[in-house]
């Protein structure tokens, strides 16, 4: 995550790998909500979406949660494709107060992809 192009924006890239192997680079812009201390973020592009950030004591990690028409989720994404179980378990009890029970956790069988610098 880093600054975006204009002020009160914020850009997300990652690389992710799809079912057959292949990395595909996404990148999501996100605009800041007015207020100050406001962890509100739009993202672009998409008008029904509402993201908030969490803070985490996890290195390297952010949390989420984005809310939709219809869907609500919760999302820790960490630059290691193993993330140390501290930060799972943090996430995973502070969702729970949020009565979120089920957990999904995509398959670590294959290397990260790497992000391009460009």
């Not at 999904?104 to 992000?115: G, Y």
Request: proline share 7%; aromatic share 8%; charged share 25%.
């Amino acid at each position: 995550m880093a600054t975006g192009s204009a002020p009160r924006q914020l850009q997300l890239r990652a690389a992710i790998r799809t079912k057959n192997g292949i990395c595909v680079p996404r990148k999501w812009i996100y605009h800041l909500t007015e207020g100050k201390g406001n962890t509100d973020l739009r993202t672009e592009g998409r008008p029904d979406m509402k993201t908030d950030l969490f803070s985490s004591s996890c290195p390297g990690g952010i949390m989420l949660k984005e809310t939709g028409e219809g869907y609500q989720r919760f999302l820790l994404y960490n630059r290691s494709p193993h993330p140390p179980e501290k930060c799972v378990e943090e996430f995973q009890s502070l969702t729970s107060c949020l009565d979120f029970k089920v957990f999904l956790v995509t398959p670590r069988n294959q290397e990260a992809c790497q992000l391009s610098s460009k």
